[in-house]
Structures are given as structure tokens and as C-alpha cells.
């Protein structure tokens, strides 16, 4: 193992990332753990150097307060407390006020190296996954999002064609997206790619639903059950490979802190279907992912792409999706996203899109009277989703955006800027 690690058990503090990113900065890989690990998972863990305990304000969990296993003392490794009682830590050497007793813990104490680099990262995960899979199978649903691009290129290193991705296009993908993805994965990096087109499936199962949430509903549902299809046709499959990354974990709750909402990538398999997880990122920012990403050789533009929702352009074509809106809005969104580029906001704004409402209004085209619906343009700056700011788009770049877009998309005469902040308008339309 290249890496040397220093775990920081969650006891309850708030701080936990923030301490991780600390310690990641100073060079040294950190990860989080829970804080009724078993002796034999600590000791399972690579490299380990030291152990912070990390104490904080959600130490009272179902009326319990939380606590680690006495055997874990009996591991020997140097181990430090933060805000977590002295007297119940037998063996820890002191507290950790500052960032200096902090670099004084990790090199003076633990010996560790400053040897946290995203090669390194790369070359123990994949010494890691090749110990877990063996000779084995893992199975992956590919989106073409970052987080199952960077799994899909880590395994592809690790296990080569040991490892089969599913791609799904469920007909709501952007321009190109699902061919970029067919591009880079199997013609570039050679993996063991089923491309399933299941968009006249979907979009059967949507014709005529108008309500955002059974919108949502029927597509993931959806999704797995074509996944889990293909799933079924594989023979002798034991993993399926994860893009969990670590905000994931954290939304998710973990045990010291509430839930903030659900995740899952692929989550609600049948029962019957067991796979062992494999999830190289768990541990990963978004950065760090992004980073991964490209030291895998993975296209910057895959990487470094916006947010784009599960349910895709089925959420931006507003209402029951028609295949002419759904149309209009993959086009529309496609010169959105060529003519960004070209003004250079692809790198300074957060998330930009376009949206195709289900009315129509009245225009001119030659000299007639025409009836045809419009698109709404998006763009928006946030730091975590929560909230958002418009962007002030360059008047002649909308102007240059409008004008390509009455002129190439189809049955659209109106196109409109959205000027709303979040709250009280979300991000999304739908
Ligand atoms: P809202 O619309 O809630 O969006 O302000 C916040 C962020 O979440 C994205 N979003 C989704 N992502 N599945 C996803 O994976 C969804 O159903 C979904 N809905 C919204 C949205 O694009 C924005 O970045």
C-alpha cells in the first residue's frame, strides 16, 4: 500500500469532514469510520498510522452515549482525542486543540508520510478491489454521470473486462450524451459495455403522465427494473460496483447525524439479486472524484460536467412528455451548451439548462400566424444546491443563444430567461 491512513472515528462532532479535509491537506490520507468499528475491521484497515477520536455535539444517540469498544485499545495504535472525554479514552495521548498539536499527532506521533496523491489513491484502491473481486465478476450501471464514469475507469484498471457496465439510456439523455459514452468507454478504454436503448420503453411508460413525481417515479423504477433485466442475463456475477461517494454516506445519515434525504445509484434491486458491493470513491469529495477522474484518463469534459438530474430531460420537458417538446429541449439545450462554451461561462457558471413548458403561444414565421411552444433558458450559481443566484448572462450571448434557437429548433417561437432565485423558485422546473 502506498498510503498511509489515519482514521478519525465519528463520535459524534460535525466536524468530521472538515478535520478529514484538514488532514488530506497536510498530505496524509484520512478516512471517516463509525465509531462501533470492530477491533477486527480497524486492523483490516490499510496502513493505519494513527486514530482520532472525534468527539462532538450529537454524543447522546437514542439515549446511549456514544462510545468506542474497549478492544480497540488493544490495537496499539496511537490514538488522540478531540471534545471527546479524556477519562474514557484510557489510552489517548492528549487533546487536539489546534492545527499544530494536529501536525505534531501526525508526524511526530504516528510517523505518518506525506503521501496522500490522487496516484497513490489510485494504485491502493486498485490493489484493493483486485483483493476483494478476485477473479470474479462486478457489475456497473453506467450513467455517463462523473461518479459512475470515475468508478467505471478505477475498476476498468483494476479488473479490465472482469467488470461489464450497463449503460441505460432511457431516452431523456442529453444531446449526444449516451454516444460519448459508448465513445469513451468502449472504443477508448476498451471495456465490456451493454448499451441497452430502452428509450420507446420509457417513453411509453411516461406518454401522458403530467405529474412531476409519478414522472420521477415511473423513470426510476423503471431503470432498475431494465437494469435488473440485464442483470439477469449475466451469468456468475457476485459484485456490483457503486459510485457512492462520500457526501452520499453523509446525506444518508450515518450514525451520529440525522438523515438529510435519501441516496441510491442503483438501490431497490430484488431480493434475490445479492450483490457484494464494491465502492472505490466512499471516501472521496466531489473534488477529489473530479480529480480521480482525470489521473484515469478520463475526458475533462466528463468530469468536470454540471449536474445533470437522474430523470434527465424528463423533468425539463414540463408536464406529459411529448416526443416534439422533448425534442425541442435537447436541441435548445445542446446550443445552450455550445454557445456557454464558446463565452467561456462553461467554467463560470454552476448549472444551465433549458426547460420546454407544455402550452404553446402565438408567433409569426413567414408572414403566417403560428402556434408553438417556447424555451425557458436557466443558468444559475450555487454552492451546495441549497440556494441559488441567477447569473447575468451577457446580453448578446442570450441574444446570440435566441436567435440560433428560433432559428434551428423546431416548433419553438419564444424563448425566455429565467430571472428567478432559489428560494423561492427551485432549481429545477419540476
Ligand atoms: P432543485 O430543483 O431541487 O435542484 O433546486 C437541486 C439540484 O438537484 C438536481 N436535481 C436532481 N438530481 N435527481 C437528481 O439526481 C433528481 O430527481 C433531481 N432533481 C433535481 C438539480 O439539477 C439541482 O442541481
Given at each position: 500500500m502506498k498510503q498511509d491512513l489515519i482514521v478519525i472515528l465519528d463520535l459524534g462532532s460535525t466536524q468530521n469532514t472538515v478535520l478529514a479535509r484538514e488532514i488530506r491537506d497536510l498530505g496524509v490520507y484520512s478516512e471517516i469510520h463509525p465509531h462501533d468499528i470492530t477491533a477486527e475491521e480497524l486492523a483490516a484497515l490499510p496502513n493505519v498510522k494513527g486514530v482520532i477520536l472525534n468527539g462532538g455535539e450529537n454524543r447522546v444517540v437514542d439515549g446511549q452515549e456514544v462510545q468506542i469498544r474497549e478492544?480497540?485499545?488493544?490495537?496499539?495504535y496511537p490514538m488522540i482525542s478531540v471534545d471527546y472525554p479524556q477519562s474514557k479514552c484510557s489510552n489517548c495521548l492528549s487533546a487536539l486543540p489546534d492545527q499544530e498539536a494536529l501536525k505534531k499527532f501526525l508526524f511526530d506521533t504516528c510517523k505518518a508520510e506525506t503521501n496522500w496523491n490522487m496516484k497513490n489513491f489510485i494504485e491502493d484502491q486498485v490493489e484493493l478491489i483486485r483483493q476483494q473481486v478476485g477473479d470474479r465478476k462486478v457489475l456497473l450501471a453506467l450513467s455517463g454521470g462523473v461518479d459512475s464514469s470515475v468508478v467505471a475507469a478505477m475498476l476498468i484498471k483494476a479488473i479490465g473486462t472482469q467488470l461489464t457496465c450497463v449503460h441505460v439510456n432511457h431516452g431523456l439523455m442529453r444531446k449526444n450524451e449516451s454516444e460519448s459514452v459508448v465513445k469513451v468507454f468502449r472504443d477508448e478504454l476498451h471495456a465490456n459495455l451493454v448499451y441497452v436503448d430502452a428509450s420507446e420503453r420509457f417513453l411509453g411508460k411516461l406518454?401522458?403522465?403530467?405529474?412531476p413525481e409519478q414522472k420521477r417515479k415511473i423513470i426510476g423504477g423503471e431503470f432498475i427494473r431494465v437494469f435488473e433485466e440485464e442483470a439477469r442475463k449475466l451469468e456468475g456475477i457476485d459484485f456490483l460496483g457503486q459510485g457512492t461517494i462520500y457526501p452520499d454516506i453523509i446525506e444518508s445519515g450515518t450514525k451520529t447525524a440525522k438523515m438529510v434525504k435519501s441516496h441510491h445509484n442503483v438501490g431497490g434491486l430484488p431480493e434475490d439479486l445479492k450483490f457484494e458491493l464494491v465502492e472505490p470513491l466512499k471516501q472521496l469529495f466531489k473534488d477529489e472524484v473530479r480529480a480521480c477522474g482525470v489521473e484515469l484518463g478520463l475526458p475533462h469534459d466528463m468530469v468536470y460536467r454540471q449536474p445533470f438530474p437522474g430523470p434527465g430531460l424528463g423533468v425539463r420537458c414540463l408536464g406529459a412528455i411529448t416526443r416534439d417538446r422533448l425534442e425541442a429541449v435537447r436541441e435548445a439545450d445542446a446550443i445552450l451548451r455550445e454557445e456557454f462554451a464558446r463565452a467561456g461561462l462553461d467554467k463560470k457558471v454552476w448549472q444551465y439548462f433549458t426547460v420546454v413548458p407544455d402550452f404553446k403561444s402565438v408567433g409569426m414565421k413567414n408572414n403566417a400566424r403560428v402556434f408553438e411552444y417556447m424555451v425557458i433558458i436557466r443558468a444559475i450559481n450555487t454552492v451546495d444546491a441549497m440556494t441559488a443566484s441567477v447569473e447575468k448572462v451577457d446580453w448578446d450571448v442570450l441574444e446570440r443563444i435566441t436567435n440560433r434557437i428560433l432559428a434551428e429548433v423546431e416548433n419553438v417561437n419564444r424563448v425566455c430567461y429565467d430571472m428567478s432565485p432559489k428560494p423561492p423558485a427551485t432549481i429545477e422546473f419540476e
Amino acid at each position: 500500500m502506498k498510503q498511509d491512513l489515519i482514521v478519525i472515528l465519528d463520535l459524534g462532532s460535525t466536524q468530521n469532514t472538515v478535520l478529514a479535509r484538514e488532514i488530506r491537506d497536510l498530505g496524509v490520507y484520512s478516512e471517516i469510520h463509525p465509531h462501533d468499528i470492530t477491533a477486527e475491521e480497524l486492523a483490516a484497515l490499510p496502513n493505519v498510522k494513527g486514530v482520532i477520536l472525534n468527539g462532538g455535539e450529537n454524543r447522546v444517540v437514542d439515549g446511549q452515549e456514544v462510545q468506542i469498544r474497549e478492544e480497540l485499545y488493544g490495537l496499539g495504535y496511537p490514538m488522540i482525542s478531540v471534545d471527546y472525554p479524556q477519562s474514557k479514552c484510557s489510552n489517548c495521548l492528549s487533546a487536539l486543540p489546534d492545527q499544530e498539536a494536529l501536525k505534531k499527532f501526525l508526524f511526530d506521533t504516528c510517523k505518518a508520510e506525506t503521501n496522500w496523491n490522487m496516484k497513490n489513491f489510485i494504485e491502493d484502491q486498485v490493489e484493493l478491489i483486485r483483493q476483494q473481486v478476485g477473479d470474479r465478476k462486478v457489475l456497473l450501471a453506467l450513467s455517463g454521470g462523473v461518479d459512475s464514469s470515475v468508478v467505471a475507469a478505477m475498476l476498468i484498471k483494476a479488473i479490465g473486462t472482469q467488470l461489464t457496465c450497463v449503460h441505460v439510456n432511457h431516452g431523456l439523455m442529453r444531446k449526444n450524451e449516451s454516444e460519448s459514452v459508448v465513445k469513451v468507454f468502449r472504443d477508448e478504454l476498451h471495456a465490456n459495455l451493454v448499451y441497452v436503448d430502452a428509450s420507446e420503453r420509457f417513453l411509453g411508460k411516461l406518454a401522458g403522465v403530467a405529474d412531476p413525481e409519478q414522472k420521477r417515479k415511473i423513470i426510476g423504477g423503471e431503470f432498475i427494473r431494465v437494469f435488473e433485466e440485464e442483470a439477469r442475463k449475466l451469468e456468475g456475477i457476485d459484485f456490483l460496483g457503486q459510485g457512492t461517494i462520500y457526501p452520499d454516506i453523509i446525506e444518508s445519515g450515518t450514525k451520529t447525524a440525522k438523515m438529510v434525504k435519501s441516496h441510491h445509484n442503483v438501490g431497490g434491486l430484488p431480493e434475490d439479486l445479492k450483490f457484494e458491493l464494491v465502492e472505490p470513491l466512499k471516501q472521496l469529495f466531489k473534488d477529489e472524484v473530479r480529480a480521480c477522474g482525470v489521473e484515469l484518463g478520463l475526458p475533462h469534459d466528463m468530469v468536470y460536467r454540471q449536474p445533470f438530474p437522474g430523470p434527465g430531460l424528463g423533468v425539463r420537458c414540463l408536464g406529459a412528455i411529448t416526443r416534439d417538446r422533448l425534442e425541442a429541449v435537447r436541441e435548445a439545450d445542446a446550443i445552450l451548451r455550445e454557445e456557454f462554451a464558446r463565452a467561456g461561462l462553461d467554467k463560470k457558471v454552476w448549472q444551465y439548462f433549458t426547460v420546454v413548458p407544455d402550452f404553446k403561444s402565438v408567433g409569426m414565421k413567414n408572414n403566417a400566424r403560428v402556434f408553438e411552444y417556447m424555451v425557458i433558458i436557466r443558468a444559475i450559481n450555487t454552492v451546495d444546491a441549497m440556494t441559488a443566484s441567477v447569473e447575468k448572462v451577457d446580453w448578446d450571448v442570450l441574444e446570440r443563444i435566441t436567435n440560433r434557437i428560433l432559428a434551428e429548433v423546431e416548433n419553438v417561437n419564444r424563448v425566455c430567461y429565467d430571472m428567478s432565485p432559489k428560494p423561492p423558485a427551485t432549481i429545477e422546473f419540476e
